[in-house]
Structures are given as C-alpha cells and as structure tokens.
C-alpha cells in the first residue's frame, strides 16, 4: 500500500490559516486523497478528499501538487474547535474500504 | 439520520470475562468496519464488511476476537475471554461503496 509521511504536531493561532502538509512520493493513479480529523474523545470524521484537482468544502481545502506526491490540507480560519489529530489517508479507487490511517498530524490551536 | 450507533460507550470487565460490543450502522450503507485505537498502536483496522459478509478479518488479532453481522442494521464484536491488553476504544464505521467513512462515537473498553 502506498504510504503517507506527515508532521507529527504543529501549532497554529486562532483565526490564521493553517497548511498540514502530506507527502505520498509512492502514490499511484488510482489513488485518491482523503483526509480524516480526530477531535478528543470523538471517532475520526472524514474532511475531505480529492485525486488531481484541488477542492474546496465548506470544511477545507484541498491542494495537490501536479505530480500528486504530495498534498496540502488548508484550514482557512482555524478555530479552537480545529484541534485535533488530521490524519492523511490514500485510497485505492476510492472505494468504501479500508482505511490504513497512520500517525496523523496532531494540531494544536492558540488563541 | 442519527449516525453510526455504538453500545456500550464505557465497558469495565474483569479478565477472563466475555464482552460483546454492538454496532448500528448508517441505513443505506454497505459496507461496515470495525477498528480500534490504542495509545501504543494507533487506529488498526480489525475486520470489514460488505453486503454483511466479512471481506477482510486480517486485523483480528487472535481468535478469542470474533465479529458478526447478521443483517444490513447490526453487528456485534465479541472478545471471550477478555485480557488487559484488549483496554482500547473500538470503533465502528459504515460507508457506501464509494466515499467516505462515517464512524461511530466508540466504546472505551477496560479489562481489569
């Protein structure tokens, strides 16, 4: 299974953007990028995904570079409600399978 | 829709005991994963799935772990018997065939 590599924590202020970083060098094209969000005590919930175009939710954006080895998830405004461990996740087809979820990005959030 | 319903939240059980965790999954979905977090390994996947048949079991860690699904609206995850080493939070999950997965709020298990 293709892998994901990202920063084990990273800090942002209240209100600023924030860019959580993914690196996937051995992606294939049939791969799509999903991203997950834990906050405490609560089970993953899905953020957003994407296979070449970058997107948009009312959650995030997602930008992904042209040769798809990396990702960058970006949170516009971040909130305290924002802290939580972002985990980037590949998905083969995009099928309703197997997650294969890694260590994530834990976010802290000052205010 | 009231999301993916798990029971009980909190379970402490003393070891050698059984312990069955239960699983609704959202209607309309197919497909249904059952995973568990631990400070030590992280968020493994242990069993899926689909159409009620499980498709991949290679997660159960042993065969004191058993998972059923008897119908589209229900599955159960039993550990008999139970040691301290099982102490984690399971999750459920259910998706469509395609998309993202929808998980449950846990059930925070403690073998004494």
């Known amino acids: 299974d293709a892998k994901t590599t990202q920063p084990n924590s990273m800090e942002s202020n209240e209100e600023e953007p924030v860019h959580l970083p993914c690196n996937h060098s051995?992606?294939?094209?049939?791969?799509?990028i999903h991203w997950y969000r834990q906050l405490p005590s609560q089970g993953p919930e899905y953020v957003i995904h994407?296979?070449?175009s970058n997107v948009n939710n009312r959650m995030a954006s997602l930008a992904i570079a042209e040769d798809r080895k990396s990702s960058t998830l970006i949170l516009h405004r971040a909130t305290l409600r924002d802290a939580a461990v972002y985990y980037c996740i590949l998905v083969l087809n995009n099928a309703g399978n197997m997650l294969t979820f890694g260590g994530g990005t834990r976010l802290m959030v000052k205010p | 829709d009231a999301g993916v319903i798990q029971s009980p939240r909190h379970e402490v059980t003393e070891m050698g005991q059984e312990v069955t965790l239960r699983c609704k999954p959202i209607s309309g979905h197919n497909s249904l994963f059952w995973y568990r977090q631990t400070m030590m390994r992280g968020l493994e996947l242990l069993i899926y799935f689909n159409n009620n048949v499980p498709i991949d079991d290679s997660g159960m860690p042993e065969d004191r772990f058993s998972a059923k699904m008897p119908n589209a609206s229900f599955s159960t995850l039993k550990i008999q018997p139970s040691e301290p080493r099982d102490s984690a939070v399971y999750f459920c999950a259910s998706s469509l065939a395609v998309g993202e997965q929808f998980f449950g709020p846990g059930t925070r298990l403690t073998v004494l």
């Open positions: 051995t992606i294939s094209g049939t791969d799509y």
């Open positions: 994407g296979l070449t």
